[in-house]
């Protein structure tokens, strides 16, 4: 159910999404979109429980989040890695501008670090958040998905020099929805603190990949801000 609801709030902010652009609106890239998330929720799940994959004893999900980043790889690949972001090579013209953000981003986080400190760590906890958040979740929202949805919306603005439009846009309301919609007691649940701290910062994350070009800064930043309280 909380599957229904995340692809139900991405499928309707879709339709706006059309309205807006008069019907401008490539449809096949956008179900394309829409059954990608489908997938890539069934492995993070490991099929919703039911895929008996275990690495190692572990709190955390490393196997389905393996999993799911195997998916988006393998479909960058058919649609062109780098236009997925998968390049270390960073657009020279953009790169002034998003290294000024990602020590603003840097500070911000180094600063909440500090102020709310962390209760400590262990070696598979510190090497989950430095490693697979960063990697998964910006190969398939800023990498594979953002690009489906590009191509199905367009970039119709620049904003401080980054083509944007309706993709970043949704592609970081679904991120933000895949960490603050839940269902439970057969009701959804929202926690509209969790959909700010996370679609926020999706989009400035968005902004990074289209000023650059790459996924790096994206992936550094996301791994940075999950495992400096880890650190400090």
């Given at each position: 159910?909380?599957?229904?609801?995340?692809?139900?709030?991405?499928?309707?902010?879709?339709?706006?999404?059309?309205?807006?652009?008069?019907?401008?609106?490539?449809?096949?890239?956008?179900?394309?979109?829409?059954?990608?998330?489908?997938?890539?929720?069934?492995?993070?799940?490991?099929?919703?429980?039911?895929?008996p994959i275990h690495f190692w004893p572990s709190d955390w999900n490393w196997e389905g989040k393996v999993m799911a980043l195997i998916l988006s790889l393998v479909v960058a690949v058919a649609l062109g890695a780098r236009r997925c972001g998968l390049t270390l090579k960073q657009d020279r013209k953009?790169?002034?501008?998003?290294?000024?953000?990602?020590?603003?981003?840097?500070?911000?986080?180094?600063?909440?670090?500090?102020?709310?400190?962390?209760?400590?760590?262990?070696?598979?906890?510190?090497?989950?958040?430095?490693?697979?958040?960063?990697?998964?979740?910006?190969?398939?929202?800023?990498?594979?998905?953002?690009?489906?949805?590009?191509?199905?919306?367009?970039?119709?603005?620049?904003?401080?020099?980054?083509?944007?439009?309706?993709?970043?846009?949704?592609?970081?309301?679904?991120?933000?929805?895949?960490?603050?919609?839940?269902?439970?007691?057969?009701?959804?649940?929202?926690?509209?603190?969790?959909?700010?701290?996370?679609?926020?910062?999706?989009?400035?994350?968005?902004?990074?990949?289209?000023?650059?070009?790459?996924?790096?800064?994206?992936?550094?930043?996301?791994?940075?801000?999950?495992?400096?309280?880890?650190?400090?």
């Amino acid at each position: 159910m909380a599957l229904v609801g995340w692809l139900g709030a991405t499928a309707v902010l879709g339709l706006i999404a059309a309205v807006a652009l008069r019907g401008k609106v490539k449809w096949g890239w956008f179900l394309s979109a829409l059954a990608l998330m489908s997938a890539y929720d069934a492995l993070l799940t490991r099929g919703y429980g039911h895929i008996p994959i275990h690495f190692w004893p572990s709190d955390w999900n490393w196997e389905g989040k393996v999993m799911a980043l195997i998916l988006s790889l393998v479909v960058a690949v058919a649609l062109g890695a780098r236009r997925c972001g998968l390049t270390l090579k960073q657009d020279r013209k953009g790169l002034k501008g998003a290294l000024i953000l990602s020590g603003a981003l840097i500070a911000l986080f180094l600063g909440l670090a500090l102020y709310f400190p962390g209760q400590g760590t262990d070696a598979d906890t510190l090497a989950f958040q430095l490693t697979m958040p960063g990697l998964d979740e910006e190969v398939f929202y800023r990498g594979v998905l953002l690009l489906m949805l590009n191509e199905a919306f367009a970039r119709p603005m620049r904003i401080l020099g980054a083509p944007m439009g309706w993709g970043a846009l949704i592609s970081s309301v679904a991120f933000g929805l895949a960490h603050a919609l839940g269902y439970s007691d057969g009701a959804f649940t929202f926690d509209a603190m969790t959909m700010a701290l996370t679609g926020g910062p999706a989009l400035l994350l968005v902004w990074l990949r289209e000023k650059t070009g790459s996924l790096l800064l994206p992936v550094v930043m996301h791994n940075f801000a999950n495992a400096i309280s880890l650190l400090v």
